[in-house]
Nanobody, 115 residues
Framework: QVHVVESGGGLVQPGGSLRLSCAAS????????MAWYRQAPGKQRELVAL???????TYADSVKGRFTISRDNAKNTVDLQMNSLKPEDTAAYYC?????????WGQGTQVTVSS
């Protein structure tokens, strides 16, 4: 059993910053990829950023240069630093941890970018 919990969402003005955090716990020997996804109302869930256990990162084109993903393998945590936020970044953000090829999801945290 693996539990994933996100935190750090909220309301921010355009151009502002937020930092999302995610912690995985439970029967974990090692986590492969960790990632952040988001889903806006009426849209499909999309990958925002991914980081491998070795630290390689992948970003959606829409967030490159604005978002930074990082992880702490010892603590089984992954963060997403979001800068220069835009209204179109508004969505529910979900953390995923892949353990033995199984993806475990958190409940999500809402990010709203609005003036």
């Amino acid at each position: 059993q693996v539990h994933v919990v996100e935190s750090g969402g909220g309301l921010v003005q355009p151009g502002g910053s937020l930092r999302l955090s995610c912690a995985a716990s439970g029967r974990i020997f090692s986590i492969n990829n960790m990632a952040w996804y988001r889903q806006a109302p009426g849209k499909q869930r999309e990958l925002v950023a991914l980081i491998t256990s070795g630290g390689r990162t992948t970003y959606a084109d829409s967030v490159k240069g604005r978002f930074t993903i990082s992880r702490d393998n010892a603590k089984n945590t992954v963060d997403l630093q979001m800068n220069s936020l835009k209204p179109e970044d508004t969505a529910a953000y979900y953390c995923q941890a892949v353990v033995r090829s199984i993806g475990y999801w958190g409940q999500g945290t809402q990010v709203t970018v609005s003036s």
